[in-house]
Nanobody
Framework: VQLVESGGGAVQPGGSLRLSCEISGRTFNYPGMAWFRQDPGKGTEREFVAAIEWTGGRTFDSMSAQGRFTVSRDLGTNTMYLQMNSLKPEDTALYYC????????????????WGRGTLVTVSS
């Protein structure tokens, strides 16, 4: 399974971005998909952002994402999305998508496949 993120870029505070995660490869069987982010300058652990149950569509948000970010997926195109609104400078990070066997896990170690990330920069 290959995961490829896109949609990152530079945006002013208060702006919006929509990230995409395209899934390709063999038959996709992972029940859990998620978005994580990591400060590119600090190399700290990846922070859980949001997750979605791939087949059922239930979503799970972190505290930082609630009310501003929305995770969704398109089963027809095997693509997961993260709509980010009201962006803040502290949202600046590399955003990764991940696939795993556990639904709604916030633990990065429970995910088996990762994309390479897409950079989001929020600055005035």
């Amino acid at each position: 399974v290959q995961l490829v993120e896109s949609g990152g870029g530079a945006v002013q505070p208060g702006g919006s971005l929509r990230l995409s995660c395209e899934i390709s490869g063999r038959t996709f069987n992972y029940p859990g998909m998620a978005w994580f982010r990591q400060d590119p300058g600090k190399g700290t652990e990846r922070e859980f952002v949001a997750a979605i149950e791939w087949t059922g569509g239930r979503t799970f948000d972190s505290m930082s994402a609630q009310g501003r970010f929305t995770v969704s997926r398109d089963l027809g195109t095997n693509t997961m999305y993260l709509q980010m609104n009201s962006l803040k400078p502290e949202d600046t990070a590399l955003y990764y998508c991940a696939a795993g066997d556990i639904i709604a896990s916030s633990d990065q170690d429970t995910y088996d496949s990762w994309g390479r990330g897409t950079l989001v920069t929020v600055s005035s």
